[in-house]
DNA sequence: ACTTGTCTACGAAGTTAGTCGTAGAACGAG
DNA sequence: CTCGTTCTACGACTAACTTCGTAGACAAGT
């Protein structure tokens, strides 16, 4: 009965999966305070969310002492990568150009930034003229 | 009972709205044969999509003819926008910069592409450096 | 040993999205 | 006029997500 390939995470799950990626390997307790920072949780609520992401493999988790600790099963960037994949299809019809142009124009980035993004269009550049990797 | 404002669109919804988006104001039978190029739909699912998107103002329709006439009730940018504005908090926590790096990183980017995002750099460089608007 | 508090496990209820069946109106042949 | 087709409307069913209540294990303090 144990399926590996960890699924798309929900929305609350995602959140719960920000947490734990923010502080490391974390308790139920933990989780749910940090949460409630935001939003009004249930503490069993929080318990029974990171149950089933451990059925779906989502989170690991360590039973040694009696309050079991749960620690993301993917990493950040996997799954972002894997979210924005979707996201660029559905939304953007696979135009990550248009993305590109829309999160840049609407959101404040500071020079620094554009300059971090300046030198990775550089970077691609260059690689696009040698044989794709 | 008829209240304003459109929220945000499911999954399916947006799949609807890509079409009205792309072909303009169509039939429930266009759309849904639309839809069914990619995934079998029924009929009467399709409609009933279309009645659910008209009730939440995401759609408007024309009752002249017997075939009701859909059309977006929303831009396609407006709601990428907004899609795009929800998905940077919930998946990069906010950090367009982040959303840029892995769009452009992971997805083939044509040298022109690249251009046009260049430019746009350059323009966000000149606006920073004048009053917000 | 008893009480109090914290933990896991489990099940049930509420919500929303998506699916479709069926009924009845409208239309167009023949 | 009557039959078959196409349409809208409506209601019901399923599945997934989220929430929480309750029960029982376990530990600690008095």
Redesign the pocket.
Known sequence: MENNAP??P????LEILQILWQHGPS???FVNEAQNKT???????????L??M?EKNLVLRD?ES???VYRAAVTEEETQQRLLDRFLDTTFRGSAMKLVMQALGNHRTTPAELDQIRHLLKKLENDSSNADL
């Not at 929900?10 to 799950?13: A, G, M, N, Y």
């Open positions: 699924p798309k929900t929305e609350t799950e308790t139920v307790r939003k009004e949780t249930g503490y069993t609520t929080t318990l029974k969310l149950q089933i451990f039973e009696r309050s079991h």
